[in-house]
């Protein structure tokens, strides 16, 4: 079968590094995507990893680790507006490119 | 900025009535997405569109739902009948190709009484 797992929620403080876990089991591997989707809007692009290593962005980074089905998104420097769900996303082998979506991680920046 | 569109916004209905949500991809965009997404939960892959052809619908609720885009271009998501399971966050999304990455409308969400 198909499996993300990420923790369902988390906290952190302002201007802190929190890292968010993922970890999946899929039948073959195309692509890792992060989304940020805040409340009661649409998810927005991140990252994106098809290779292992890190990739970074600005205050994001995300990082893939093929052989252990392992991603992390690093957000540095947190800001109040960084409270949002964070959606860890597969492309498996399927030739429609089909993404599966984990349940997401609600992170909560406090002051 | 181009954008996915998606309407209406907000849809209220009693169980057992008919509803539908219209999608406009961004233009050029082969690949449509409908994703219903549950509170607290990731987004579902309900059905996927390359141009006018259904590539994957293996999630669709078949006795009630019913997803079409005729001309390749726009895309309609129906319900009939509504069931209380049903309120959600229905998302559109649309891709250059398949590989792409995945650009989402900003949702209808469905509340069913």
């Known amino acids: 079968g198909q499996n993300i797992d990420q923790p369902t929620e988390m906290t952190a403080t302002e201007g802190a590094i929190v890292q968010i876990n993922c970890t999946y089991q899929?039948?073959?591997?195309?692509?890792l995507f992060w989304y940020q989707q805040h409340a009661g809007e649409a998810p927005t692009f991140l990252s994106y990893n098809v290779l292992d290593g890190l990739e970074e962005k600005g205050r994001f980074s995300s990082f893939l680790s093929r052989s252990k089905g392992y991603s992390y998104l690093l957000l540095k420097e947190l800001q109040m507006k960084d409270s949002a769900s964070y959606l860890c996303a597969v492309r498996g082998s399927s030739n429609t490119g089909k993404l599966i979506f984990g349940q997401g991680t609600t992170l909560q920046v406090k002051p | 900025e181009a954008e996915v569109a998606q309407s209406p916004r907000y849809k209220i209905t009693e169980k057992s009535q008919a509803v539908a949500f219209w999608c406009d991809p961004i233009?050029?965009?082969?690949?449509l997405y409908w994703y219903r997404q549950i509170l607290g939960q990731g987004p579902e892959l309900l059905v996927q569109?390359?141009?006018?052809?259904?590539?994957?619908d293996s999630q669709l609720p078949k006795d009630r739902f019913s997803a079409e885009r005729l001309k390749g271009v726009d895309s309609t998501l129906k319900i009939q009948p509504a069931e209380l399971g049903d309120s959600a966050m229905y998302l559109c999304?649309?891709?250059?190709?398949?590989?792409?990455?995945?650009?989402f409308g900003e949702g209808s969400r469905l509340t069913v009484l």
């Open positions: 899929t039948s073959g591997f195309n692509g």
């Open positions: 569109f390359q141009d006018e052809s259904v590539v994957d």
């Open positions: 233009s050029g965009h082969a690949t």
């Open positions: 999304a649309s891709s250059l190709a398949t590989t792409g990455e995945l650009f």
